[in-house]
């Protein structure tokens, strides 16, 4: 299932003995466009104040309820952070809520929080800005960026996916597409109050071009 970023920067964070916190930001890679981790601000519920906790730990999302369900205890929450996070994983952006930037290991980590304020730029010209992001929360990749043309072109909602990204500058905070105005602007709209569907996404892969992910 399909989930705005937006709406999940929000949720509720339930452990399996007590309420945990609340869920302030995603950590992806940005070379395959997965999540690797949940940013939880706790609330002082915890002895830590900011806990980054995996998406694999997420036993059950309600989406009523808007909370995420996970498989850990509190204690266990406690002390999901690894050493190998780097302290600029959080307090660089207090904006944002978050540091722009993590580390596991050799590989970076970029904050959905953050690069949620960057501009839209195509293969010609601007596009307008970033809405949100699109997580499917069975596999945890980022699908599709939601874009609003806002004054560029004519005003509306449309969704792109990661692969067409061919740059991301973190300094100027633009995201660069491999798509032309023209035809961001004839594409199909996304209305955020509909159920996305496979119909409508096979409609926007045939338009752009794009293999289906689903297959």
């Not at 990749?141 to 996916?161: A, C, F, N």
Request: charge should be negative; hydrophobic fraction near 35%.
């Amino acid at each position: 299932m399909l989930r705005s970023s937006t709406e999940l920067i929000r949720y509720d964070v339930e452990a399996a003995d007590g309420r945990a916190g609340t869920v302030r930001d995603f950590y992806f890679d940005d070379r395959t466009w997965t999540i690797r981790y949940i940013a939880v601000e706790t609330n002082g519920l915890l002895n830590s104040d900011r806990v980054l906790i995996t998406p694999q730990s997420v036993r059950e999302l309600k989406f009523p309820d808007e909370s995420f369900v996970l498989g850990l205890k509190l204690s266990e929450v406690e002390t999901s952070c690894g050493p190998d996070m780097l302290s600029q994983s959080w307090g660089q952006n207090e904006t944002a809520g978050a540091g722009t930037q993590a580390k596991v290991g050799e590989t970076p980590l970029r904050s959905i929080a953050t690069i949620s304020q960057f501009s839209i730029s195509g293969s010609d010209a601007p596009l307008g800005y970033l809405n949100g992001l699109l997580i499917e929360t069975t596999t945890w990749s980022i699908r599709y960026l939601i874009i609003d043309t806002g004054r560029q072109l004519p005003g509306k909602l449309v969704l792109l996916t990661p692969r067409s990204v061919t740059s991301i500058d973190w300094e100027q905070k633009i995201v660069t597409f491999d798509l032309t105005s023209d035809a961001v602007k004839n594409s199909p709209r996304y209305d955020v109050d509909a159920q996305l569907n496979r119909e409508y996404e096979a409609f926007l892969h045939d338009y752009y071009g794009w293999p289906p992910y689903w297959l």
